[in-house]
């Protein structure tokens, strides 16, 4: 099991960037898959990216190009750096420790609490 805790969250304008950092507790970080994930109000989770625990990264087509993942595993550290971003972007952003690469979040079985992104126009 591992503790996760997300931070960088905020309001940004459409086209800016923004950085979320995901601190994980644990000493077999570099053995998890972290997948960063979204929600918007009324909608499911849904599937941002995610990177295997000695790199190699998966991304959602919607933010291919945009958006890239990539991970500390001396600090065990987890970041989502997010560029031009897109009114669409506003969402909770969850981090997520699973064991395989994969877009379910029902795969992943430790969840952060999340932080909320808001792409205003």
């Known amino acids: 099991q591992v503790q996760l805790v997300e931070s960088g969250g905020g309001l940004v304008q459409a086209g800016g960037s923004l950085g979320l950092s995901c601190a994980a507790s644990?000493?077999?970080?570099?053995?998890?898959?972290m997948g960063w994930f979204r929600q918007a109000p009324g909608k499911e989770r849904e599937f941002v990216g995610a990177?295997?625990?000695?790199?190699?990264?998966t991304y959602a087509d919607s933010v291919r190009g945009r958006f890239t993942i990539s991970r500390d595993n001396a600090k065990n550290m987890v970041y989502l750096q997010m560029n031009t971003l897109k009114p669409e972007d506003t969402a909770l952003y969850y981090c997520a420790a699973g064991a395989i690469v994969t877009t379910n979040p029902n795969d992943y079985g430790d969840w952060g609490q999340g932080t909320q992104v808001t792409v205003s126009l």
């Open positions: 644990g000493r077999t970080f570099s053995s998890y898959v």
């Open positions: 990177i295997r625990g000695r790199g190699g990264s």
